[in-house]
């Protein structure tokens, strides 16, 4: 590979007529493509001389073959001189900056030295129209100027005062062409343009090049019929008006019917260039379909820039929907077997693989089902031909491989994948899993890998990459496997983990002391891979009892860790074994003595164990204790039923009534504050009005009230409630969202504030002008379960909408932000010496982090984890 | 009466020194770099008009640090280009 070379200077310029004439290997005259033969005709657009695209021709002027010929360019001699619509805008400025006359630029040198500064210390501006006043007479020739105006997308005209009524003059082409030839090399030069490579005058076309056929290949329907590209249509176009023009010319045509044929060559010209120019009609394809010229071809998502250099499609990548499956390791991917037949790798034969190969030839593309081993789409022989092996060739290729050759085998378990969910905000958006070929249609992951990939199974697609050479293999399982990433940089923990049923399982497992028979504990455990159970807990009655605690213990590693589960309350003083919530955990040896495991523990982004374990006992531990404690939570969940539905709402009449004592209290304390306010005895806060005091303290009152509610549900709720086994093991949900579908939905809001828009004074016209009441103002009193009556479902309806604003704002906003921080930041390197260096060898940091810590190996942010450290030796908090 | 600013004595502006040739020399060599890989400071900082520094000196900026309590850092300052 040739060394990197580093960019001194980028030079634009013009292509200049002689340019053109010089670079063209034929004139073009010909307004069609191919003759009644199918040749194409010399002199035509699809010259042989312009490169070939028929395989088996040979080029004119290189010849070579399709395959190999770049294409030439070639040319037309335009009747008349057409301006290009990209430098329209330099073509006005060039001619309101210089004289109609002499051709100078309308200043004295003077002048000119006041914006571009002086020869050694020039200030960097370049003249611009502003800095020439209007209609001004020429400081060198002394020629009075006229206003030029410009006419989208390519008139110019001189206003001319004539009988004191203001006249425009059209500015041909050819006059526009001769106005520039006059301006001189040195005056060009304060205006920003290089004259050796850039004349003004060649802004103004007189040639035009004709692109490599191979730019605009035809192409072949089925029907035999050739059809061509858009720039050959449009440049058929050009032709054929060229040709008339110039006949009408040639044949002494009148003034009017010369100048409408220019301004239709004039037309083809600019939508040649460009078929989105404002002020000018796109050139359509027969169908009305617009025509995609050159610059549609660079310009946007799809153009040449976006689509086809900084993003690319890929080969040997897959795309499916996503579904869960808990009984795969999380390194695991599901691949549906017609994935696995497509997608291939490529094996080198050796001596030591001979045998094996010839076994998965005879096998052939089909493989009957998952079990099966795999085939082989394709043999490559030394000499690079590719054999496809269809039915009828397995066993005649099968006996022709020797070393040398090279097998395209198809996809088995445990091969190496890539897998990816879009958008691929972080490294964890991709990662290397292990296949495994299954039935069905979908990918297939286990749960616990959804919160790096951001995936759900809504309808979630991914995709699969599969890499195609051993340095792309070793580099997948070395450093993207998801062993390697459960640990996020973000902030140094573990963000692969239990979610949702994992969570609210584990936790009816763990929570409290219960026993299980020998069945039930075989049950749980049945896929965890435990060879032998541990003495039991308790003997009753000659029947032998093992607790929760022992049972999940059964799938951890020897450990010493104390840590408060996210059930704890974060008491005043911590009751530790005592507390009634058993929220204190404690794991001495490997056995989990007390305490509830959920969320703080395995979940991901807490994942506490799980840190733990990766610390101490490394990454692969971790991954086989990840995928122990799905398969064990999940059994367990199984075990007892967990469902939810709308009776879990329910509360008791007693709760009702409190409920109902509640909110009236508060609608009457509002009302209390409302009168000492209209009656003027309202004490403002510091820094505010009474108006900002009044609406705080209701949102106050109001809120208060909310919580109380929940309070008196929560009390009626217990740990029977699927819900609240969800909020307090951190599964899913809060016991806000408890209080809401059972309590009081509470003050809806937008900004921050009580809804007050609406009508004149008031919200609705429901409500009295000035009413400053709770239910005015958006206080919802009903529950879900309840129901709401009209106002409050309207109200709820304007403070739901403030929410689906902000998020589509802000993934919009952030992904933009986040762009641009990548690509400030991509190809940066921490080089050996520890120091942040840009490609160039630029440093960007001394030190890498300033403290040359990786976040990664970091206990959340600290080098070292003292704390876990002391706990594991002592075996006791610290 | 008016007294000038001193941008170093507000809390939030970090130390500037310029360095000696030979820091300069022994900075380069360790990391293997010549100044022109060194990040970079415009001469108008007011920082760096400070301290008196002249465009190719190496500033070295030592300052407090989230990771690692105390950091240092070196500049080349060069001229602010025209715009």
Redesign the interface.
Known sequence: MPSPKRIGRIQFGLLSPKEIREMSVRKIIWADTYDDDGFPYPQGLMDLNLGVIDPGLRCKTCDQKASECPGHFGHIELAKPVIHVGYTRLIRKLLRVTCRSCGRVLLSPDEIEKVVGTEDD????ILSEKDVKKERVCPHCGEQQLKINFEKPTTFSEVVVEDGKKVEHKLTPADIRARMEKIPNEDLIPLGINPDVARPEWTILTVLPVPPVTMRPSIILENGQRSEDDLTHKLVDIIRINQRFKENQDAGAPQLIIEDLWELLQYHVTTYLDNEVAGCPPARHRSGRPLKTLSQRLKGKDGRFRGSLSGKRVNFSSRTVISPDPNLSVSQVGVPRAVANEMTIPVRVTAYNIEELKQIVRTGPLRPDVNSPCGANYVIRPDNRRLRLGADNLDTVADMIEPGYMVERQLRDSDVVLFNRQPSLHRMSIMAHRVKVMEGRTFRLNPAVCPPYNADFDGDEMNMHVPQTEEARAEATILIAVQENILSPRFGGPIIGGIHDHVSGIFMLTHEVRWFRKDAALYLLRYSGIERMPEPGKVEDGVEYWSNKQVFSQILPDLNMVFKASSCQNCDVCKKLDCERDAYVRIIDGKLECGTIDKKAIGAFDGQIVNRIIRQQGMKRATQFIDDFTKLSIRSIMYDGFSFGIDDEDLSKTEYGQIDEVLKNAATDVDRRIRIYEDGQLEPMPGRTIEETLEMQIMQVLGKARDLTGQIAGRHLGLGNSAVVMAVSGARGSMLNLTQMAGCIGQQSVRGERIVRGYDDRTLPHFKKGDRGSDAHGFIQHSYKGGLNPTEFFFHAIGGREGLVDTAVRTSQSGYLQRRMINALQDLKVAY?G?V?ST????????Y???N?DPTKSAF?DPVDVKGIVESILKEEC | MSTKLNVLDHAMVPDHKIMSEEEVSELLTL???TT????KIYNDDPAVKTIGAEVDDVIKVIRA?H??GR????RLVIKR???
């Open positions: 020039q200030t960097g501006d010496d120091t260096r160039g060898g630029k440093i960007i940091q001394f030190q982090g300033e403290d810590t942010g | 990391y293997n770099i022109e890989q060194l990040p640090s990771t690692a950091a240092e850092a070196f280009p025209k715009k």
